[in-house]
């Protein structure tokens, strides 16, 4: 069965430019679709148009007959007064009224009403309510809370005081409580931690009906879809598989492509050799040749349809580094923070040195963006004491970008605040970040999220720095962007903090992970790979006390055995030596083949464990065989 049907589709905002011109494509019942495309190309409109909220100006758009749809990124507007427990439990509509007529019809049975059609009435009400799962409101309530970091605190808030980032996490719960055919979600994981993206990631898996997704985060893409449809230049394009399939099969088509375009290139540029020869030929006097000529060219023509294959342009910049000497970077002495009665953490002592790169982790609203903005200095210290090396050099991205004067154009803002430049090199600087043209001449308001981040990251890039702090760098940023961001970070030779919840840039870049986790932060000195491995295995029970067995006392069987010559014994103890130094190499292979395998299932909790095990077991096999292989040196030099 059909879902979804989108036929021809034509959508345009003015006169000169389609944002989606003439797409066409299906959905089937219970398919999951990852929706990409650049920033602009038209994803978020076509869901506005699926849920009816946009007209289209041609083309046809069929939603399966009874088939509710929901759409993560429309926040609805609830009554004065709702707390997000009032918004949550909004989802049950129909029970709430069919529980509104039992309660009515039960106090009418109560006063003595025993006639027929009541008691049927009450029956059927009854039924509809059980199957409608009526009695386990709370339980998913609790459930759907609990997964997306809802606590009790945030139930009890009004909807209206929260941030928009809560408001999207809470009316994501709402919308999974319902009963939905087909989940639009629209950037779904921006707003969620890592904990809230798995259970999320375990919910569509476990979800009955179709789900069409917007998300430029490669792990979610490749744990959650099984078909990609990518949106370009108004059209639609189809890679049966996930993002991995999708960026391997994308890379394939355009190689092919360009193939088959430089075979037709030289098959053109030899007609046209042909056909330059046959004109000097005819001139020479064998006129019948022109018009053999002119036809040959007149296919060049024809094969001239077929355009170059292109790839989307990669901005070109680095950041600047600034030469660092030293090993201290960033000390923290005791730094503690509160707001009124709430403490955010508490006591922390912590040292950065040079060339770390270090994941910050922790829940929403633990107090992680509060910490990086008291080290770049833009938040009041609590207590304690922040001090970097009289070396460093900061720059700082925060999540929230702000400029002081918005109504400037990208271009006077990157005059005003880089006053040694001039207007062409600003130009110039803009452009290698994508703002080209007319765009330099838009006003900072109009901006994206996206694009203030690309504009904030143009002024950074330009200043030579030792320590670069990031919060959530990828939030907003298509794939491409996504892309560039991370090589301009793999590039960066200094020291590296970031708050981030994309887990393909935590794996990619760190180093070390702080965890901030009740009013503590919890030092890893490891990968994210490993860090995920020591938190599964945190969290499996204790192992119980293994029972002594009772030492064997008795004599050794045989009595004593002759002692062997001392050369005899000396070859023995050699070719054991070969055997154990042979073994330890494997040992040594095998650590680090594990150490790959684990950075590649960074994301699958079941494999890690399983990894992190067999690595537990080879590293201490590999120290048996190091203590064995001194013993038998020491026996080589006696």
Request: proline share 3%; charged share 30%.
């Amino acid at each position: 069965m059909i879902d979804i049907s989108v036929t021809d589709l034509v959508k345009s905002f003015d006169l000169e430019k389609k944002i989606l011109d003439g797409i066409s494509f299906q959905v089937d019942t219970g398919e999951r679709v990852g929706l990409l495309g650049k920033n602009g190309a038209g994803k978020t409109t076509l869901f506005n148009i699926l849920t009816g909220d946009l007209d289209y100006d041609s083309g046809e758009v069929l939603i399966a007959p009874g088939r509710r749809v929901g759409l993560i990124s429309q926040i609805p507007v609830y009554p004065a007064g709702y707390t997000v427990e009032d918004v949550l439990r909004s989802a049950f509509q129909r029970t709430t009224a069919l529980k509104e007529e039992m309660d009515a019809l039960t106090r009418r049975m109560e006063q003595g009403d025993s006639d027929t059609h009541t008691l049927r009435r009450y029956g059927e009400l009854t039924a509809r309510f059980e199957g409608l799962g009526g009695y386990d409101t709370d339980t998913a309530v609790n459930k759907v809370s609990n997964g997306l970091s809802i606590d009790g605190d945030m139930r009890r808030r009004l909807f209206d005081q929260l941030s928009g980032g809560e408001k999207t996490r809470v009316n994501l719960g709402r919308l999974i409580l319902e009963d939905t055919d087909i989940l639009l979600l629209d950037e779904p994981t921006n707003h969620l931690d890592l904990q809230a993206t798995e259970w999320l990631e375990e919910y569509i898996r476990s979800f009955r009906g179709t789900v069409v997704t917007i998300s430029h985060d490669r792990y979610f893409l490749d744990r959650t879809v099984t078909r990609i449809i990518e949106i370009l230049d108004g059209k639609a394009e189809f890679y049966s598989g996930n993002y991995s399939f999708y960026a391997i099969e994308k890379e394939r088509r355009y190689q092919e492509r360009m193939k088959q375009y430089l075979k037709e290139q030289a098959k053109i540029q030899q007609l046209e050799k042909a056909a330059e020869q046959m004109h000097l030929w005819a001139f020479m006097g064998n006129d019948a040749l022109h018009k053999r000529a002119f036809s040959m060219e007149k296919r060049i023509q024809r094969m001239r349809t077929v355009s170059k294959p292109t790839k989307a342009k990669k901005m070109d910049a680095r950041f600047a580094s600034r030469e660092f000497r030293g090993d201290e970077v960033l000390q923290l002495k005791g730094v503690s923070k509160s707001f009124g009665d709430r403490t955010l953490f508490s006591d922390v002592y912590l040292r950065v040195e040079g060339g770390e790169r270090i994941a910050f982790l922790g829940e929403n609203g633990t107090g992680k963006t509060t910490l990086l903005n008291m080290i770049a200095g833009t938040e009041p210290a609590g207590s304690g004491i922040i001090r970097m090396g009289p070396a460093i050099r900061a720059a700082y991205l925060p999540q929230i970008i702000h400029f002081d004067h918005p109504e400037r154009s990208l271009l006077d803002t990157m005059l005003y605040e880089k006053r040694n430049i001039t207007p062409q090199t600003a130009r110039n600087r803009l452009a290698a970040y994508q703002f080209q043209g007319e765009d330099v001449f838009k006003s900072v308001s109009v901006l994206s999220g996206g694009e203030l981040s690309r504009l904030r990251l143009c002024m950074l890039m330009d200043e030579e720095i030792n320590f670069l702090i990031l919060d959530e760098p990828t939030n907003h940023l298509d794939i491409a962007s996504r892309e560039w961001i991370e090589e301009a970070v793999e590039a960066f030779d200094g020291t590296l903090l970031f708050v981030s919840h994309d887990r393909y840039f935590i794996n990619r870049f760190a180093t070390r992970v702080w965890e901030l986790s009740d009013g503590t932060i919890n030092d890893y000195p490891m990968g994210f790979a490993q860090y995920r491995a020591a938190k599964a295995e945190e969290k499996k029970p204790a192992p119980a006390p293994a029972q002594k067995k009772k030492q064997d006392t008795r004599p050794p069987r045989g009595g004593r055995e002759k002692q062997a010559r001392g050369n005899k014994n000396q070859q023995a103890a050699r070719r054991q030596l070969t055997i154990c130094e042979t073994g330890i190499s494997k040992l040594e292979d095998r650590c680090r083949q594990l150490d790959r395998e684990m950075e590649q299932y960074a994301c699958d909790a079941e494999k890690l464990q399983e990894l992190y095990r067999e690595k537990q077991d080879v590293e201490a096999q590999l120290e048996q065989e190091m203590a064995r292989w001194e013993e038998l040196s020491l026996q080589l030099e006696e």
